[in-house]
């Protein structure tokens, strides 16, 4: 038994585990907008939706108040309405990558289990998807 599994077991999380990632092409669509509207500046947003049948369906984008520049993006988690979860984040890279940097990485690790980032040009060919310990993650879009 692996490691996230016996945790699972442990805390009575299973609830959270998910094989698959299908998100909505609305969001994929909303990325893209709010990425290029942003530019040159980060934009930030979080996951909303919900697993069944071990699939992480991803249907909304939540925006929290907060802060960005072309170097980074904060927002105040406190304000998350307390019935939603936190399946992950969304950023943009005003530059040409999407890697994360130390600081994504820290992001990931503590808000949800699905991160994206999306680089210029802001299309769907330039988003990448990590789990929260930063590894590539396959998604469909749907």
């Known amino acids: 038994m692996d490691f996230d599994k016996l945790l699972s077991k442990i805390f009575n999380t299973d609830k959270y585990h998910f094989e698959e990632v299908h998100?909505?092409?609305?969001?994929?669509?909303?990325?893209?907008?709010?990425?290029?509207?942003?530019d040159p500046f980060e934009f930030f947003a979080l996951f909303d939706g919900s697993i069944k049948k071990k699939i992480l369906h991803i249907d909304d984008l939540l925006f929290l108040p907060g802060e960005t520049s072309g170097e980074g993006a904060v927002i105040k988690t406190g304000m998350l309405p307390l019935m939603k979860s936190n399946w992950g984040s969304v950023h943009s890279h005003p530059g040409p990558t999407a890697l994360p940097s130390g600081t994504d990485l820290t992001t990931f690790a503590k808000m949800g289990l699905f991160h994206m980032i999306i680089c210029r040009p802001y299309d769907q060919n330039c988003i990448l998807a990590y789990n929260r310990y930063g590894e590539f993650t396959e998604y469909k879009i749907i």
Do not use: C, K, L
Request: charged share 20%; proline share 0%.
């Open 23 to 38: 998100i909505d092409q609305e969001v994929i669509d909303s990325i893209i907008y709010y990425a290029q509207n942003a």
